[in-house]
């Protein structure tokens, strides 16, 4: 098919999508799918949620194929493509190429380290929306004691750098860790100088093995902190700003899942089981063209839980604030309504900054 046929549909299903997601999210109509299509990868990442699943059996291009048909027949739009590292697959470009055809609009989850030539040459014809690169600091030295890797750093600017002159979308995530944690100005100069997006992640997550000793690597909630006041003093102040806007009071309606859960997305996880979210990925179940309603219509569920009269962030009146994950707490304590003070300390500071104005240092100094 012609690829500026293909480009130009595309770019039509995403006006029409994004006018529409309001409307698919109150009717629980799925439209994006997260399709983790590997585990394997070829970093060895000292805080990876998949620790050492890289070494697992490699879901088969068959079954992805398959997948793919199913989530299509169901009317997905969105897929976006992760691992481990898509790019270890040697039929990476086959998968790609099948899924576009479909018309499906794709984003791509990388490290950036394997990305060659022919890859290149095959997105200047069939773009993807977005590829979504994670970078582990701003020098070699760093990159190694991250991912246990030599010369990937250069590797990877060099990757950005070969996809931007092709003219293809690509982002900048860093997910914050302690040993490059000083040099999060120095990533987002890397950014700023290829005017491409950048965004930071604070929270790791214990792997799916649930070995918390991941979290070591966490900056503290002083240092995390910090970096956000920071971060939010420097943006204009206007209506509209992630704070500013005017809060929805949500303890009236007292919802457990504050995210977008089981709205209108998924997870399909390396083993081809269909998730809600990657913090649930423990209650998946392998998906077929069978059971894909009855999945689906179990995780219409979680929008409508409510929380119960016990639950002690009712109280809290830094609420509307507080980032803490139901999932990860069923997951890691076995109880949907564990409250982990970590999220406490962390919503309460928010509070005190964005909304009683107080002054950053004694927010900061009332936490150390």
């Not at 480009?7 to 006018?19: G, S, W």
């Not at 470009?93 to 380290?113: C, P, Q, V, W």
């Not at 970078?135 to 070699?140: A, H, I, Q, T």
């Not at 750093?153 to 860790?177: D, E, Q």
Request: aromatic share 14%; net charge neutral; proline share 3%.
């Amino acid at each position: 098919m012609d690829e500026t046929f293909i480009n130009n549909i595309e770019n039509r299903i995403l006006d029409f999508a994004t006018d529409k997601r309001n409307i698919w999210e109150k009717k629980h109509q799925i439209y994006s799918v997260i399709f983790e299509i590997t585990p394997k990868c070829n970093f060895k990442c000292v805080h990876c949620y998949l620790n050492n699943h890289h070494l697992s059996k490699e879901i088969s291009y068959e079954r992805i194929i398959e997948i793919i048909d199913i989530i299509y027949e169901k009317g997905v739009l969105f897929l976006t493509l992760t691992g481990g590292d898509i790019f270890t697959r040697a039929d990476f470009m086959d998968i790609y190429m099948y899924a576009k055809n479909k018309g499906f609009i794709i984003e791509l989850y990388t490290n950036g380290s394997l990305i060659n030539d022919a890859h290149i040459k095959l997105f200047e014809k069939y773009p993807p929306l977005l590829i979504d690169i994670s970078l582990y600091g701003s020098c070699e030295d760093t990159y190694y004691r991250v991912t246990g890797v030599t010369g990937m750093y250069n590797r990877v600017i060099s990757n950005i750098k070969k996809l931007l002159k092709a003219g293809i979308r690509v982002s900048i995530k860093a997910p914050v860790l302690s040993v490059y944690f000083n040099e999060l100005p120095k990533i987002k100069a890397i950014a700023e100088d290829f005017k491409i997006p950048f965004r930071t992640g604070f929270e790791i997550f214990p792997t799916i093995d649930n070995d918390k000793s991941v979290q070591n690597y966490s900056v503290s909630i002083v240092e995390a902190l910090k970096y956000e006041f920071e971060e939010f003093d420097k943006r204009p102040r206007t209506f509209g700003s992630e704070y500013e806007v005017e809060l929805v009071n949500l303890k009236k309606q007292r919802p457990l899942f504050r995210c977008k859960l089981g709205r209108a997305s998924c997870v399909i996880d390396y083993e081809g089981k269909m998730c809600p979210c990657m913090s649930f990925r423990h209650i998946g179940k392998k998906l077929t063209r069978d059971n894909f309603d009855e999945i689906w219509n179990s995780f219409g569920t979680f929008p409508g839980m409510k929380a119960s009269e016990d639950y002690k962030c009712l109280d809290c009146e830094a609420y509307d604030f507080c980032d803490i994950c139901p999932a990860m707490m069923q997951f890691v304590y076995g109880d949907l309504e564990y409250v982990d003070t970590h999220f406490c300390k962390r919503a309460q500071a928010r509070y005190k900054y964005y909304i009683e104005h107080k002054c950053m240092e004694e927010i900061i100094d009332g936490l150390k």
